[in-house]
């Protein structure tokens, strides 16, 4: 549900450096989200265009580039893929799983004229 | 106009920049939660500033999170200064309610909004005397999963879960009880009607999230309610001691 605020977010931040470089369209945005975010990409995606409506970013496309979640088991120092939901080290069955990659979500690129 | 977070009437008003024709590639790598985490640093700081110790309480709807303040707030009264934030999407029933402990309080309506953010609470918190309060408990709107994300500046999140709820919660909805320094049980005098299993419930919630410290409690009976005081009374006192 949050999904849309952080929408609203991509275009304030999108607008603001875009007006600051002088432009005078905004072409793409590019977005990072990462798997552990807790943001999900596709709602993300689905309210854009009607966030964007009426504003500067008006006709840009969002581009997501999907972050995978990735952490180490600080028991048997394994580094293994997580999603949200896992919580014991696949190969030790330990909990003590430190979150490495996958939290992102961060703007990180804009295509503009 | 407010200087923190730039709010007032007119916001967007932008100077007209000449404009370039050329297509081009500017990075950018800003946090989208950067202004929400922005707002909140200067919350915390203004609460440590004046020592104030300051609770982000989720929970789901109905788990029992006014009951606990309210019960709370009438126990210590005398011992702390409290001062209360309430956040419903609609509706100041549980400020009527916390304002009947005689507790200064303040609602937030997010209106559609499903979590509070810095923002509302750097306005709301501007309703209190906070150098005349020792804690600041800020009631979230009841929902599990949107204000994990949201960082108010407070010094803990606080999540409620009641036996009348599924015992697997912490595993549906993990990034709360990630977030959260400790959860309440609430509604423990209700286990003999119930197939809740305590045991398995605070097993998942240590899976979730290791470091947990968890209370059982029921504000009815008031059965546990002397050890989340103590764990408040603890955190207050340290809060005051790191004033400035």
Same mark, same amino acid.
């Given at each position: 549900m949050h999904e849309v605020g952080i929408t609203q977010s991509i275009i304030e931040i999108a607008e603001r450096h875009a007006r600051a470089q002088g432009? /005078?369209?905004?072409l793409s945005v590019t977005v990072a989200i990462g798997?552990? /975010?807790?943001?999900v990409a596709d709602s993300v995606d689905f309210c854009f265009e009607a966030c964007a409506r009426g504003t500067f970013i008006e006709g840009a496309r969002l581009i997501i580039d999907a972050i995978a979640g990735r952490g180490r088991c600080g028991d048997c120092r394994a580094e293994v893929a997580l999603d949200?939901?896992?919580?014991? @080290?696949?190969? @030790?069955?330990?909990?003590a799983l430190e979150r490495l990659q996958g939290e992102e979500l961060r703007i990180t690129e804009l295509e503009v004229e | 106009m407010c200087i923190d977070c730039g709010c007032g009437p007119h916001p967007h008003q932008h100077p007209a920049g000449h404009h370039h024709h050329e297509h081009r590639t500017l990075r950018v790598e800003e946090d989208l939660l950067a202004k929400n985490d922005r707002l909140a640093a200067a919350n915390r700081q203004l609460f440590r500033q004046q020592g104030v110790f300051v609770l982000n309480l989720v929970s789901s709807p109905g788990s029992g999170k006014t009951s606990i303040l309210e019960r709370t707030l009438t126990d210590l009264r005398g011992r702390f200064r409290f001062a209360v934030l309430e956040g419903d999407q609609q509706t100041s029933n549980d400020a009527e309610r916390i304002a009947a402990t005689g507790v200064p309080v303040r609602q937030i309506n997010t209106?559609?909004? *499903?979590h509070l953010d810095a923002h509302m609470v750097g306005h709301g918190a501007e309703a209190f005397d906070l150098a005349a309060s020792d804690a600041l408990l800020i009631e979230n &709107?009841?929902?599990? &999963? *949107?204000?994990?994300?949201?960082?108010?500046?407070?010094d803990h999140k606080v999540a409620v879960l009641s036996v009348t709820e599924g015992e697997d919660k912490p595993l549906k909805y993990p990034a709360m009880f990630r977030a959260a320094e400790l959860v309440l049980i609430n509604k423990s005098d209700l286990l003999p009607y119930l197939r809740f299993d305590l045991e398995k419930c605070k097993a998942f919630a240590r899976q979730v999230n290791p470091r947990l410290r968890i209370i059982e409690l029921s504000c009815?009976?008031?059965?546990g309610m002397e050890e989340w005081y103590d764990w408040l009374a603890a955190g207050i006192d340290n809060k005051r001691m790191r004033k400035g």
């Amino acid at each position: 549900m949050h999904e849309v605020g952080i929408t609203q977010s991509i275009i304030e931040i999108a607008e603001r450096h875009a007006r600051a470089q002088g432009a /005078s369209r905004v072409l793409s945005v590019t977005v990072a989200i990462g798997e552990l /975010s807790g943001v999900v990409a596709d709602s993300v995606d689905f309210c854009f265009e009607a966030c964007a409506r009426g504003t500067f970013i008006e006709g840009a496309r969002l581009i997501i580039d999907a972050i995978a979640g990735r952490g180490r088991c600080g028991d048997c120092r394994a580094e293994v893929a997580l999603d949200p939901y896992t919580f014991a @080290c696949p190969a @030790c069955g330990g909990f003590a799983l430190e979150r490495l990659q996958g939290e992102e979500l961060r703007i990180t690129e804009l295509e503009v004229e | 106009m407010c200087i923190d977070c730039g709010c007032g009437p007119h916001p967007h008003q932008h100077p007209a920049g000449h404009h370039h024709h050329e297509h081009r590639t500017l990075r950018v790598e800003e946090d989208l939660l950067a202004k929400n985490d922005r707002l909140a640093a200067a919350n915390r700081q203004l609460f440590r500033q004046q020592g104030v110790f300051v609770l982000n309480l989720v929970s789901s709807p109905g788990s029992g999170k006014t009951s606990i303040l309210e019960r709370t707030l009438t126990d210590l009264r005398g011992r702390f200064r409290f001062a209360v934030l309430e956040g419903d999407q609609q509706t100041s029933n549980d400020a009527e309610r916390i304002a009947a402990t005689g507790v200064p309080v303040r609602q937030i309506n997010t209106g559609a909004g *499903c979590h509070l953010d810095a923002h509302m609470v750097g306005h709301g918190a501007e309703a209190f005397d906070l150098a005349a309060s020792d804690a600041l408990l800020i009631e979230n &709107v009841g929902n599990l &999963v *949107c204000p994990a994300a949201f960082d108010l500046g407070e010094d803990h999140k606080v999540a409620v879960l009641s036996v009348t709820e599924g015992e697997d919660k912490p595993l549906k909805y993990p990034a709360m009880f990630r977030a959260a320094e400790l959860v309440l049980i609430n509604k423990s005098d209700l286990l003999p009607y119930l197939r809740f299993d305590l045991e398995k419930c605070k097993a998942f919630a240590r899976q979730v999230n290791p470091r947990l410290r968890i209370i059982e409690l029921s504000c009815m009976s008031g059965a546990g309610m002397e050890e989340w005081y103590d764990w408040l009374a603890a955190g207050i006192d340290n809060k005051r001691m790191r004033k400035g």
